[in-house]
């Protein structure tokens, strides 16, 4: 059964700080994986799909890396903003293609 | 805009009601799945319907009724609700290329229950 791991469960940086959020899956037969961002009370919003076959994913300041042997994943945000504040999820889907999740990291960026 | 509607945004309901909850999906797709997301836990998937189809029910009790009448639409009825139901629910359309799967949410309905 694979299990999502999101270390640490939340996290505050001062603005302009460059941080690094981790994911790790126990089961490395994925195809991909799935940033995303969720504000209080609202939905999931992608950020980015990053394929197994590739290694990096970018978009704006935001970097997603995916190691499958070692069944990690990180999000690397540039010169974060409180803006950026927020819980970060990550998901990768199994059998069926069921999305498994992890619990979140929540961030907070301190102006 | 994630093009995944979920209505209503806000809903309080009685242990005695009845009322049901709408996700809308004009992407093309043809999976969409209900999540329950309670503080301090994991999204928890409740149903996943493939081409109309249901094809997953992960041990949900049957106070929640999934209904698929399209591929665009999904609706989950509830009755007689507990409070322990008060959750964000939330909607999935799914999109599947070869063996990829990416995931696009609605909004959530937050459900309380008194």
């Known amino acids: 059964k694979q299990e999502v791991t999101q270390i640490p469960a939340a996290l505050s940086v001062p603005e302009g700080e460059n941080l690094v959020l981790n994911c790790s899956f126990t089961?490395?037969?994925?195809?991909?994986l799935q940033w995303f961002r969720q504000d209080p009370g609202k939905g999931l919003t992608s950020l980015l799909l990053?394929?197994?076959?590739?290694r990096e994913q970018t978009s704006g300041r935001l970097n997603a890396s995916l190691d499958k042997s070692s069944g990690r994943s990180t999000l690397y945000i540039a010169a974060s903003q409180p803006g950026d504040s927020a819980t970060y999820l990550c998901?990768?889907?199994?059998?069926?293609?069921?999305?498994?999740f992890g619990k979140g990291i929540t961030l907070s960026v301190r102006p | 805009e994630t093009g995944v509607t979920q209505t209503p945004r806000h809903l309080v309901m009685g242990m005695t009601n009845k009322k049901s909850l709408k996700c809308e999906q004009h992407?093309?797709?043809?999976?969409m799945y209900w999540y329950k997301q309670s503080a301090k836990k994991p999204l928890e998937l409740m149903f996943v319907?493939?081409?109309?189809?249901?094809?997953e029910n992960n041990s949900v009790p049957s106070r929640f009724s999934p209904e698929c009448p399209n591929s665009s639409h999904l609706f989950l009825h509830l009755h007689t609700l507990q409070p322990e139901d008060s959750a964000l629910y939330l909607c999935?359309?799914?999109?599947?290329?070869?063996?990829?799967?990416?995931?696009?949410f609605g909004q959530g309905t937050r459900l309380t229950v008194v």
């Open positions: 089961d490395s037969a994925i195809y991909n």
């Open positions: 998901a990768v889907p199994g059998a069926n293609s069921k999305l498994t």
């Open positions: 990053i394929q197994s076959s590739q």
């Open positions: 992407l093309g797709h043809n999976a």
């Open positions: 999935a359309s799914v999109r599947r290329q070869s063996a990829s799967t990416e995931a696009f």
């Open positions: 319907y493939n081409f109309k189809e249901q094809t």
